[in-house]
DNA sequence: GCGAGTTCAATAGT
DNA sequence: CACTATTGAACTCG
């Protein structure tokens, strides 16, 4: 990301400059002079911010919050009316509304004993400041993205010399090599991840039989009174629907499960499925078929065996060894999503940033089923997937022989072409021949006819096409929330007289997208991790999931693919999905569906054991990877975001009752171990540390921020270097800062021609009503003081820090800040503060220079006209630096990171002063829970120098792929 | 056997 | 809270 757009430029003092860059357009504005002095941060490049969703009827923001109380810690939630109102945040616990500022009233003993806050009206929804500004795509930052660019002031000041944080070796790009070497590297994990891919050979024939028998069949056993539960017998309680179907729950047929039990003796085979995570521990599943048909079990390694209940005659349904024959490849057993030839996959971790417990650094696939035992290549080239073109331009050529001879799938739309690689069993369309290689053929091998072609995987797992397939899940998502919130302007800008109908202006969006041909991941379904797609994750709407290829239903909360005959699910989006749904082992209860549960029109009936729910019972037989999506809700219990959670496995499923009376299907998914840690789960945990347990500090701020900041070392044995907390701009003597003339709005400042504050904004408020900032500006004017108006959500930065921000101790980069809740893109962050100091005085400590933020030649007047901003002061006059060494807030704890995820933008509110500016910090992403917060320092290669004039360099350890390896 | 029409899924917004 | 438009795959019908 550290782009330079305009290195050249520095010295030509060029004016307005546009560069364009495909759909990018830089703006680039004068530099002005150089810096006297080395102050050491500068405004990123790029702040841009771009897109944002606004939501105007959003007034609530959620802050995960933990409350002290002398040494304990007490978790909670408060949702905050957002800052953009003049008014002081309340929050209400048990009915009573309280001022946010009442700091005392947090650390009462009832608030202490509360479980949670909640705000007494909560007309929305909005969850940690509402809206998305860059992508909904959770996590997605770094670099590459066009929307992202924006507007940025530049300038190349020759530092004199620098202090800047020192950092231990090995970190940097050999952070990044060390983490390589942690997890086997991307070639090695695709090459070993020998899957065996005779598995996929199918007969078309065959499955079509398999197909349309096994729902005829399962669904005739569960009539004929089937019922394949561990409840308890008497649990399901046959209703008013009389003794036909009553009839359908034998209660003793029911099997009871057997969790503790040994594995079976007489175990037809036994699969084992190492699962690696970090500090390559690995566990192991093991999977036993049991030859007496007393049914198979599976055994997560450290628990105990858990016994998958298959009731005899859905065993019938299985396949038998004599039809295996049949199967070309077919080795015993059927495919396993998992295994490998040598019956043993590994999970590699996702874990490699160590600082950040579950992600591991932007822009790759870190969640690999590879072999990582047996490096041994070309296993599954030599089985199936084999990469000579002639051979497979053959057996391409073969294809329609071969099934012309044999009665052709009515039902088959597709040609069910499939690859394994890594994690992932990827079922292609045939239609969708650019997803293959046509011009070597060398991913084409046809199955002998029988209706699958198995394709080596697109992507493989080197770092460079993971970063490359991230960015176009991101650019995607950008390209949606763009449309999305373009659509919302427009339709804000109609009369409302228009009101035809619901707008369903997401599903507008996709429709756009769809027809740019920007979805990924299309015309193929995964079984396994997607590329580009991160545990962790974060969606607004369940199109982004269809955009992204993580869950292809818009309505369905099932997806699943035709594979070997049988529909296997292949993700699932788990509404109910709260936090408490998954217990500490990451066990998922998932209702089926169908039966018109939610469509109030329709008779509610049984749920069937078809579709969706179908093919969540073959995965609970064939234990392959389940993408799990869990919905979260808010307050008023509508869903806001979706978080992919990972893989799971169907362990057993059974019927229940369910609340309308007929039977439901239930499935309990267990989540494969070794993946990233849930964020929510860490954050819970983390919450209920006490101080020696890895909480150092329980209030940086000692209380001068309204939510108290912790300080957390889990590291060693270091507390917080010592400063004095400000949580605002200390100013010297001479600095006398007039009162901008502020506006006359009464109307909350909707009118924003008549807005003074938004006319110098360009015409228009720079933030959503949920406070979150639309796009980065050179400078942005809030209301303030000298305003009028009262209710104006033109007043974000000024109200201080919303989130419950901690300051953490890293292992290679000091220490570091992040967030214990969600964050979404544009949400103000905090402002750094500190002193403000001259060039001349910034230049006279050299030794704590590591804190100064450069305030540079930002101040200029801008006037927007036609979206373009001019320059036109002068830069007569010293530029200016802050420094956080004595004085600062939580701000000066923020690291540097070249794929950063937080954006500096300068506001003025309180001050008409545009040459210094509040540096106002908003995230530039969405921020998953414990990701650590980062922006670009903005260092120039070779441009820092040290006292002697000597140029200076210092590696960056940020340990992000898109490292560039040094700061400076 | 094929295309047209219908049904099924669950929000997202009014 | 009730209601509805919505998409794409699966399914049914002619």
New binding site residues.
Partial sequence: MVTSLSNGHSEKRCGKQLMVNGDCTFLVLPIHRRRKVSAIRDFPEGCGLSDS?IHP?TRVQTIDCSLMKEDQVVSSHIYVPPSANDEPATVQWEGKEAAMEDRELSRTPEAVKCDSFRMSKSPSTAFAGGSKFLSSGGNLSGSGSCLEKAVTTRYFPQRKFSAVRDFPPLCGKDASHLRNDESPNGNSSLENTSIDLKKLAVDDKKLEKT?ATD?MEVEKNVQDGCVYSERPAGIVQPDSRGDDDAKKIKTHDVFEPSTTQLPPENVRERRTTICEGSSHHQVEITKAVDIEGNGDAVQFEGTSWQKIIVHPEFRSLETKPSEMSNFQHEPEGGFDGLQVESDRAVVLGLMAESECPWRHGRGSSKFDLIDGTNHSKGKKVDLFAQSDKSKADKKREETPNHTAGK??S??K??NAAAYEGSDQLVIWEKKDSQCCNEDTGEFWVDKKSRGSSVVTPPINHDSNDSIVIRNKVREALHLFHSH?KRL?QE?KSKIKEQ?D????????A??IL?DEGKYVNTGKQILGSVPGVEVGDEF????EL?IVGLH???????D???HKGK?LATSV?S??GCADELDDLGVLTY????????????EPEDQ?L????LALKNSSEEKNPVRVIR?SESTD????K?VYDGQYVVEKYWQDMGPRGKLVFRFQLRRIPGQPKIAWKEVKKSKKLKIGEGLCVIDISHGKERVPIRAMNTIDDEIPPSFTYVTSMIYPDWCNPIPPEGCDCIDGCADSEKCLCAVRNGGEIPFNHSGAILEAKPLIYECGPSCKCTKCYNRVSQHGIKLQLEIFKTEKRGWGVRSLSSISSGTFICEYTGELLEDKDAEQRTDTDEYLFDLGNNYSNHTFSDGVSTVVSDMEGSSFTIDAAKYGNVGRFINHSCSPNLVAQNILYDHDDDRIPHVMLFAGDNIPPLQELTYDYNYKIDQVFDSDGNIKRKDCYCGSVECTGRLY
């Fill in positions: 969703k009827e197909t729902a009665k052709p009515q039902k739309k597709r999305y919302l339709d009101t109908g619901p707008r369903v202006f997401h599903l507008q996709a429709k769809k607004q709407f369940r199109v269809m292809r239903p818009i309505m369905g909360g099932i699943y693919v035709e529909i989006v509404s109910e209702t089926g569906q169908g039966g018109n549960l939610t469509n109030t029109d329709k069937k078809k579709r969706g729910n919905g219990g509508k869903l806001r979706y």
